[in-house]
C-alpha cells in the first residue's frame, strides 16, 4: 500500500468516526446489514469504492478546470477578434 492509500483510508475512518449520528437510520441498517451479510470483506470493498469515486472526483475536477481554462482562452481570443475587427472597420 502506498502512503497516499493509506493516508487516504485513515481520512475515510476519521470522517466516519467523527460523524454525527444524528443522521443514523435504523431501517437504512438493517437493509445494509441484511444485504451484505453474506459478504465478509463489505467494508474493504465498500473502502474501495470510496477511494475510486474520490480518484474519480478528482480527476474530473481537474478536466474541468482544464475545460475552463481552454474557454477562457477561447473567449480571450473571440474578444481580441471582435477588437480587431472593429479597428479594422474604423481606419
Do not use: T
Not at 497516499?4 to 435504523?26: G, L, V
Not at 474493504?44 to 470510496?50: A, K, P, T
Not at 474519480?56 to 474541468?64: E, H, M
Amino acid at each position: 500500500m502506498k502512503p497516499d492509500q493509506a493516508r487516504a483510508i485513515i481520512a475515510i475512518a476519521d470522517k466516519i468516526r467523527h460523524q454525527s449520528s444524528a443522521d443514523f437510520n435504523p431501517q437504512s441498517a438493517q437493509l445494509i446489514q441484511h444485504l451484505f451479510s453474506h459478504k465478509s470483506d463489505v467494508i474493504y470493498q465498500l473502502v474501495q469504492l470510496s477511494l475510486q469515486q474520490q480518484q474519480d472526483l478528482l480527476d474530473i475536477k481537474s478536466v474541468n478546470n482544464e475545460l475552463q481554462r481552454q474557454l477562457q482562452q477561447f473567449e480571450d481570443v473571440k474578444q481580441e477578434r471582435v477588437w480587431f475587427r472593429w479597428l479594422e472597420k474604423s481606419s
